[in-house]
């Protein structure tokens, strides 16, 4: 993170600037503001190049779309690595883990600045959360946790009038085993929500995930549909075998993060600690994740039948399974310490 001392006047909603309509100028802690003029060229952007699989920066020269190693861009133009340009360079590489593109001028993501995400979840995705942690909360006074994903179970549990009931009992019970002290139950009701508003982006990643298993069920329509095509039916079974370890493995996260984050006692108890491992997995799993858009959207807008539209989607994802998920990979569990 860019430590960078500036002067900073707070504007409150009855300051004159604000009155006037003139908003805070951007600074240089907060956005990629550079300062030397290559930042400027027309269709000026950072990208991770999937040919050589690292941060560029691509810009135009006259029709000609070129591109620099992110790497290479101090040297090649005369950047000293130390000042606010060099360190905003630095800042591009990290931020590329979190958003496909960035433009000169853009927000740094919110991960590098506070640790917050930098991009949004429904509201639905925050009552499913906070819904599993009441069930959570509630079932712990009978002695035993109950770990509950599924929005359909949640609903039919909250909607239970003893599960209503016991809520404000829970926070009593709970604010005492912690020793809280002042108004103890509303600091547990507190972290809560807090704890909601952290879990609501795995469980909006959970959802985006979900759409992993129409490419596994599209392959094993195509396998069937090609059967008698013998070097589509062999790039199929190939494509079976290099999707299934990082589905697997997302499998495997969201089994971790929901193993680690089902005892609301100590959850409550170890808050910060609690918090930032849900954002390292958050981090992780959407770093995950982000690669697949490239042909999620392609399997959501075509049919699993015999058509040129399918078998192009096919030879698309065999492209950027063997780009990006090669057996020559080493597959693991991303495994963070629990708290």
């Known amino acids: 993170m860019l430590s960078i001392a500036l002067p900073v006047r707070r504007l409150t909603r009855n300051d004159p600037l604000m009155s006037q309509g003139i908003q805070p100028s951007p600074n240089r802690s907060t956005h990629f503001l550079f300062e030397h003029k290559v930042f400027t060229v027309d269709g000026c952007r950072f990208v991770w190049s999937k040919s050589s699989d690292e941060p560029v920066m691509r810009f135009m020269l006259g029709k000609v779309q070129a591109e620099v190693a992110l790497d290479k861009i101090c040297n090649e133009f005369k950047i000293d690595p130390k000042s606010f340009d060099g360190q905003l360079i630095d800042m591009v590489a990290k931020g590329l883990k979190y958003v496909r593109e960035i433009r000169p001028g853009d927000t740094i993501p919110n991960e590098l600045i506070d640790g917050s995400a930098s991009w949004r979840v429904d509201e639905r995705h925050f009552m499913i959360a906070k819904g599993r942690l009441t069930v959570q909360m509630v079932t712990w006074l009978t002695g035993g946790e109950t770990v509950v994903s599924s929005p359909e179970q949640l609903e039919q549990v909250l909607e239970d009038p003893v599960t209503k009931g016991r809520v404000r009992e829970a926070f009593k019970m709970i604010a005492n085993k912690l ?8 600091q547990v009701e507190t972290r809560i929500d807090a704890l909601a508003k952290e879990l609501s982006y795995i469980e909006a990643l959970r959802e985006r995930s979900s759409k992993l298993g129409k490419v596994r069920v599209g392959l094993e329509e195509a396998s069937r549909i090609y059967k008698n095509e013998r070097n589509l039916k062999e790039e199929i079974v ?9 589905i697997t493995d997302l499998e495997q996260r969201f089994a971790q993060v929901d193993a680690q984050t089902g005892e609301i006692l100590s959850m409550l108890a170890k808050f910060d600690k609690n918090i930032s491992y849900i954002r390292e997995m958050r981090d992780d799993l959407h770093q995950t994740l982000l690669p697949w858009d490239e042909v999620l959207e392609d399997w959501e807008g075509n049919a699993a039948e015999k058509s040129q539209a399918f078998e192009a989607v096919l030879k698309k994802t065999y492209q950027f399974l063997a780009r990006n998920y090669s057996q020559a990979k080493h597959w693991r569990l991303a495994a963070r310490r629990a708290p």
């Open 179 to 186: 020793s809280l002290t002042g108004n103890a139950e509303e």
């Open 238 to 246: 190939r494509m079976q075998t290099l999707s299934l370890p990082p």
